[in-house]
């Protein structure tokens, strides 16, 4: 267990439908990420918070998707009318400062049926 | 030139042997090249990593070549156990903090 949790774990859901996923970094990392991983993939960079400013976003990533880091602590990933190509494994990382290393939770797996 | 390219796909190793996992980079802004182990179900693990001014580094039976002329990185597993057996990521690091993975490796170790 590296201390950052993601919930749910596992997401079931119908094509079209909007789902939010939640994750909470290690309380004092302040720069927190989202990846997303595909079967058979390394995982895919989504998007990048400083503290409660979102400092990259991913261009692959399409309007749908949307994440916020508000007080800068936990951040929430929403994708909005989910389509069968979102599933996958949404990954979030964090770390502190200057600190290179990223600590992953263990995801979030998503099935869009 | 954003990619990171990782070979071989899938690796058998017997136990006690060397494994060995490749990685090729094209852009020279990278700073920072971490390995990560991750086992199914799990999110990756940093492994060991290291910067571009140095061409070897060390933990354990963990060791990074780094070829920063042919623009290359490797891990060495000694003495592989079957419990290293996991699916491996190299990546590369750009300015902005931004990771690119590569697309993996998954070695088993047999007993």
């Known amino acids: 267990d590296t201390g950052v949790s993601q919930d749910p774990r596992h997401k079931i859901t119908k094509r079209g439908q909007n789902v939010t996923f939640r994750c909470d970094p290690i309380?004092?990392?302040?720069?927190l990420y989202w990846y997303r991983q595909t079967l058979g993939q390394g995982p895919e960079f989504l998007t990048y918070?400083?503290?409660?400013?979102?400092?990259?976003k991913s261009r692959l990533l399409s309007d749908r998707f949307s994440a916020e880091r508000p007080k800068g602590s936990f951040s929430t990933l929403e994708i909005q009318r989910t389509e069968q190509g979102d599933s996958a494994m949404y990954l979030c990382?964090?770390?502190?400062?200057?600190?290179?290393?990223?600590?992953f939770g263990p995801g979030t797996r998503l099935l869009v049926l | 030139q954003q990619q990171v390219k990782q070979s071989p796909q899938s690796l058998i190793v017997q136990k006690g042997g060397i494994s060995i996992i490749n990685c090729a980079y094209e852009n020279t802004a990278f700073d920072y090249f971490p390995w990560y182990q991750q086992f199914p179900g799990k999110g990756p693990a940093l492994l060991i990593a290291?910067?571009?001014?140095?061409s070897e580094k060390k933990e354990g039976r963990f060791t990074i070549s780094f070829n920063k002329s042919a623009k290359q990185f490797s891990l060495h597993i000694m003495d592989s156990q079957p419990g290293d057996s996991a699916t491996y990521f190299c990546?590369?690091?750009?300015?902005?903090?931004?990771?690119?993975f590569g697309t993996g490796t998954r070695l088993k170790v047999l007993a």
């Open positions: 918070f400083q503290n409660e400013a979102q400092l990259e």
């Open positions: 990546a590369a690091r750009g300015g902005t903090y931004k990771y690119i």
């Open positions: 290291i910067r571009p001014d140095v």
């Open positions: 309380s004092e990392h302040n720069r």
């Open positions: 990382a964090s770390s502190l400062g200057l600190v290179e290393t990223q600590y």
